[in-house]
């Protein structure tokens, strides 16, 4: 059975730096999308940053130029690295990877059972 873990949350001081992890277990056939969300308390969850099989990202405005997506193929594993934290960033942190387990099965989304980030001065 293909699950994602996320690794790397914690408490972090406002302007400090985390980097999340999301691996794949289990048998992966191929990976398209992975994406980082995250929901803050009393917030719907937010799309925060998706990169593509072939390296291409985009990330939301808010996060732009402080958290960036990367991924590496080999090891089926996606990264969120958070620098210039500020407490509105203060989140659970999600994965989502579009996957398939066998040869010509269908892409499904995967969720990660979530990492929290907390920001405290």
């Known amino acids: 059975q293909v699950q994602f873990v996320e690794s790397g949350g914690g408490l972090v001081q406002p302007g400090g730096s985390l980097r999340l992890s999301c691996a794949a277990s289990g048998t992966i056939y191929s990976i398209d999308t992975m994406s980082w969300y995250r929901q803050a308390p009393g917030k719907q969850r937010e799309l925060v940053a998706t990169i593509a099989r072939g390296g291409s990202t985009s990330a939301a405005a808010s996060v732009t130029g402080r958290l960036s997506i990367c991924r590496d193929n080999a090891k089926n594993t996606a990264y969120l690295q958070m620098n210039s934290l500020k407490t509105e960033d203060t989140a659970v942190y999600y994965c989502?990877?579009?996957?398939?387990?066998?040869?010509?099965?269908?892409?499904?989304?995967?969720w990660g059972q979530g990492a929290p980030v907390t920001l405290s001065p």
């Open positions: 989502d990877v579009r996957a398939s387990s066998a040869w010509c099965d269908a892409l499904q989304d995967y």
